[in-house]
């Protein structure tokens, strides 16, 4: 089997802790982070390659090793490499954290002997990515797959499945009605003692003879440790464990581990497992939404989100609205700037909703055209809770357009958007009609007042969006600008905001990757600049070094031209201005904030929370869209000012840990520089970030049961002793919840609370709720903990569809094929206690498929095939309605090689016997 090397080490020494699973030791060992970045790489290819061959296009398999911008590009989608980045991060940060928080728990790691446990982990994790790519809920799946691989991982490096000499991975660790194997009793006795410079031959004969299966110890402590007589051990130094009698381990975490002589072998099966999993997910969800959980589509990647204020006073407002979405769906549909999902939100008050999220443009376009307007009128509007609900559902990294003309009636959630802002790295930008700055003449009582516009403007400017206050006849105008240029994927290169009165000089680089550059700036009697590298200077929009330029409003947009090297824009006005350039580039960068683990095994967490001010602190940041670009600086550049602190670069091929001696204190972007062959290039954090002192965690289980409370610890820590600590606790579905109000730190500098949240009984199975626990000082420093949690309603039905041949007529011969042809019709049906059949659908063959309802059983699903006798066989795939998936192979010459199904029923044609295949495996692995 070849093994793949992923290029990227990437991650392995900022977040993958050492000992327990596959680690990171000297030499060519795999860890998690690569075993499970080269099986999403497979998998995304053979998907990529699936959906080739389904549209009759061309597919080319990138050159090994694989990495994100070739699968990318051989997918069709270069512009997807972002998204596809962070879906593999994300996956994998999952994965990782798995060591961190679940460090000592032996059925994470299949220590101990825990096979059940460890299987019920996948096996569940497994049924709720499932539901969650069934309900389009991608990000949570992401989180579920990282914490099923890990278990399925370390299996074969933890258990003696590899000693025993099996080269295939245990297919009935992703079922749930199978036995796992032969494993060891209790009492049995599996290992005997050896020195730690040999180990090879430490599992008792009988145990290799029997095939029995058992797995190491592990513990930390010898005292509280529980190996029962005779057991193996984990092995290495931190587990103390092996120096019990029987002495010595059995892990093959690493090239030098107990049984390293085996990682590769291990680390394959790892692999290959891995594979199979994903193949397994795949076919419950479908390739293409496979490839949307793998942040990968067709077009731009993005979401195209519209928050609405659909009450009385907006007709206007929607009218733009409905023009300039009719104008994006017409114009960008089928082009590489469409987008990956529409998300629509109305809201007035006190209604928010209902929510609307499609892939299909035209969905978006109905639902758009039946906005209308009704209900709120001359009050303020629950914009606040409008922008929550398009937060939570967007995906990362997404741009928001809200539209209103009133104040929000929901202020109080403003600490919870801007947290939520920070958590995701989403753009939002406001169109404000009827403010009073747009709208002089009328003195309406529903005007905007400037106090009111200062909450859109503050989540603007965290987001590294707009707040555009416009006339209703200037609306179209200013959305079809603002939204062009989110749609054409565009980078950040600058963005600032600067008091009233204040003069400054920015500078910003445009580099030969970028094709567009565009200086956006809002605010009144601004006055501006430009110089370019060649040292031109330009102070109005006529001139060489502006192609076109609007002004709408409050807000003025520049078209340079593009010429590559440092660029000045000097500005100043008597009124508060805010500046942004974006430019057209493949080269982007993520970051994340992340922190050392105080677990025994070391390595990075990302943050869910702000970062600690004043102390040491870690970014990671990856670089998407090329390949060959190098990192050279990341500062933390104050927001409304120009000081910075520097980080030291900790490079690691694709990813880098980045570390602050201190993190500033204020708001503050991050800011990036490298270089790609010649060119320098720069970019900037659209999002605004803030540290605190206060931190605040939380921890709690993945999935949430409707109808049973759901408890959700969280620990605040200060340095401060009495503080008397404010809570606020939001969640995106409406939940009930109960929680502390306030909280008083104790000695010790922490104090400890609990939220419950209630989701009611008729909740989807697989949607997923985004809760925020706030907690802030009396002074006013606040923090905040951003947690996603899946739905899930407990599964009863474990078995797939089978398939049942109803007739087979052929004629084949052996010569000629194509004057003949062979036919048959089978029933896919999901037993009287199954879910029912949700999908067939044609996997290989070149016949003609057709499938329809059952008349006599609402859970089966007829089909019927005919194909030219050139293509013999075809396979079919069947889903039920929780994705258990069965594959059916059928040909007209072979013989019924696995009647697992019920017995072939077949209507003999009058002349020849036929030989039918009939085959029913769990996908691709036969046993
Ligand atoms: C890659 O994926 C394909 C399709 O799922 C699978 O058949 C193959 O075994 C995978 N290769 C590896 C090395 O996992
Ligand atoms: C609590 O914070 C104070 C002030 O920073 C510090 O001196 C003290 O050591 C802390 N106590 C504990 C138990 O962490
Ligand atoms: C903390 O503050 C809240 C609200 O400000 C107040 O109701 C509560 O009594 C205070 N708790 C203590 C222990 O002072
Ligand atoms: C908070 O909970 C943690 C873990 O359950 C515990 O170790 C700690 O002592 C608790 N702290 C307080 C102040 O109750
Ligand atoms: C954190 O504490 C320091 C010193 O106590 C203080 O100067 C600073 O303003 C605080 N930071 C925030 C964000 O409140
Ligand atoms: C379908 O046709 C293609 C090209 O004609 C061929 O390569 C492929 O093997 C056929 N598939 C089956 C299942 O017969
Ligand atoms: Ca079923």
Request: proline share 5%.
């Amino acid at each position: 089997m070849v093994l793949f090397w992923p290029a990227v080490l990437s991650l392995v020494l900022v977040l993958s802790p050492g000992a327990e699973g596959f680690g990171i030791l000297p030499g060519d060992s795999l860890n998690h982070l690569e075993i499970t970045e080269a099986a999403l790489l497979n998998a995304t290819v053979y998907t990529c390659r699936a959906v080739a061959q389904a549209e009759l296009t061309d597919f080319t398999f990138p050159a090994q090793p694989y990495t994100v911008e070739s699968v990318a590009k051989a997918c069709g989608a270069t512009p997807s490499a972002k998204t596809f980045s962070k879906a593999i991060t994300d996956i994998i940060i999952r994965n990782v954290r798995v060591d961190i928080r679940h460090a000592l728990n032996g059925s994470f790691h299949f220590d101990d002997e825990m096979f059940t446990g460890g299987r019920k982990i996948i096996t569940t994790e497994i049924l709720s990515i499932k539901a969650n790519n069934k309900n389009e809920s991608y990000e949570a799946a992401r989180e579920s797959l990282g914490k099923a691989l890990h278990p399925l991982q370390d299996y074969y490096s933890h258990s003696n499945w590899v000693e025993l000499g099996y080269t295939v991975p245990n297919v009935n660790l992703i079922r749930s009605d199978t036995s796992i194997g032969n494993i060891a009793a209790p009492t049995r006795a599996t290992c005997r003692s050896c020195n730690d410079d040999d180990c090879r031959n430490n599992i008792l004969e009988d145990i290799i003879r029997e095939k029995v299966i058992t797995s190491g110890y592990f513990s930390l402590a010898i005292i509280g440790a529980s190996k029962p007589p005779g057991k193996c051990s984990h092995g290495g130094k931190v587990d103390l464990t092996s120096t019990i009698e029987p002495k010595g381990g059995i892990n093959k975490d690493s090239l030098t581990s107990s049984h390293g002589h085996l990682h590769t072998q291990a680390a394959n099966l790892a692999i290959t497992a891995t594979s199979h999993l994903l193949e397994d997910i795949r076919g419950a969800a479908g390739d293409k939404q496979f490839l949307l959980m793998m942040g990968i589509s067709k077009g731009s990647s993005k979401a195209l989100c519209f928050v609405i204020d659909v009450s009385k006073s907006m007709s206007d407002e929607i009218d733009a609205v409905k023009t300039v979405t009719s104008n994006i769906v017409n114009t960008e549909v089928g082009t590489d700037n469409e987008p990956s999902v529409y998300i629509l939100v109305p809201f007035s008050d006190p209604d928010v909703g209902p929510l609307t999220k499609t892939t299909d443009p035209n969905a978006f376009k109905t639902a758009i055209d039946n906005l209308s307007p009704s209900g709120g009128g001359d009050v303020p509007e629950k914009s606040l809770s409008g922008l929550q609900l398009g937060l939570t559902t967007a995906p990362s990294n997404s741009e928001i357009f809200l539209f209103t003309d009133a104040p929000a009636s929901d202020q109080h959630l403003k600490s919870t958007l801007i947290a939520l802002i920070e958590r995701t790295q989403t753009v939002v930008n406001f169109l404000i009609t009827d403010s009073v700055n747009t709208n002089r003449r009328r003195r309406s009582t529903s005007q905007i007042s400037a106090a009111d516009v200062q909450v859109y403007r503050d989540l603007a400017q965290t987001s590294g969006g707009q707040a555009i206050e416009v006339s209703k006849f200037e609306l179209s105008a200013a959305t079809s600008i603002i939204t062009e240029a989110s749609i054409n994927s565009m980078v950040t290169l600058l963005q600032s905001a600067r008091s009233a009165g204040v003069t400054e000089t920015f500078s910003f680089i445009v580099d030969r990757s970028m094709t567009k550059v565009i200086v956006y700036m809002t605010g009144s009697s601004i006055s501006f600049t430009l110089t370019s590298p060649s040292g031109q200077t330009q102070s109005s929009t006529s001139g060489p070094l502006i192609e076109s330029s609007e002004l709408v409003g409050n807000f003025q947009t520049l078209r340079l031209d593009v010429q590559w090297g440092e660029w000045k824009l000097r500005l100043s006005s008597p009124n508060i201005y805010t500046v942004k350039v974006i430019g057209q580039s493949p080269i982007d960068f993520l970051v994340d904030f992340v922190e050392a683990s105080q677990g025994p095994f070391g390595g990075y967490d990302t943050l869910e929370t702000r970062p600690k001010v004043g102390v040491e602190g870690f970014i990671v940041v990856t670089l998407t869209g090329s390949s060959s670009a190098t990192l050279t600086v990341v500062d933390l550049v104050e927001a409304k000012g120009s000081n910075t602190v520097s980080g030291a670069i900790q490079a690691q091929e694709r990813n880098y840990l980045v570390k602050f001696a201190t993190i500033p204190a204020g708001q503050f972007v991050v800011r990036v520089k490298g270089t790609e062959g010649p060119s320098v290039f720069q970019r900037q954090s659209p999002t605004t970030f803030t540290a605190s002192n206060l931190t605040i965690s939380a921890t709690a289980d993945s999935l949430l049961t409707p109808g049973t409370p759901f408890v959700v610890p969280f620990t605040i820590t200060t340095s401060e002793v009495g503080v008397n600590i404010t809570i606020r606790v939001t969640n995106n579905r409406g939940f009930d919840s109960t929680f502390p109000t306030s909280l008083v730190i104790e000695s010790g500098n922490s104090t400890n609370g609990t939220v419950t949240l209630s989701a009611p009984l008729n909740t989807p199975s697989g949607s997923d709720v985004t809760l925020t626990i706030e907690a802030e000082t009396p002074e006013g420093d606040d923090n905040y903990v951003v947690q996603r949690f899946s739905v899930f309603n407990t599964v009863t039905d474990f078995s797939a569809p089978v398939c049942e041949l109803l007739s087979l007529q052929s004629n084949c011969s052996s010569v000629n094929c194509s004057q003949y042809m062979w036919s048959f019709s089978a029933r896919i049906s999901d037993g009287a206690d199954g879910t029912g059949v949700e999908r067939v659908t044609l996997k290989e063959g070149n016949g003609t498929f057709t499938t329809n309802p059952d008349p006599q059983n609402a859970k089966s699903t007829l089909v019927s095939y005919s194909s030219s006798c050139c293509s013999p066989s075809m396979q079919m795939l069947a889903v039920d309605k929780v994705g258990n998936v069965a594959t059916c192979t059928i040909s007209y010459n072979n013989i019924v090689t696995s009647p697992l199904s019920l017995a072939p029923k077949i209507t003999q044609p009058n002349f020849v016997l036929f030989l039918i295949s009939l085959t029913f495996v769990f996908f691709t692995l036969t046993k």
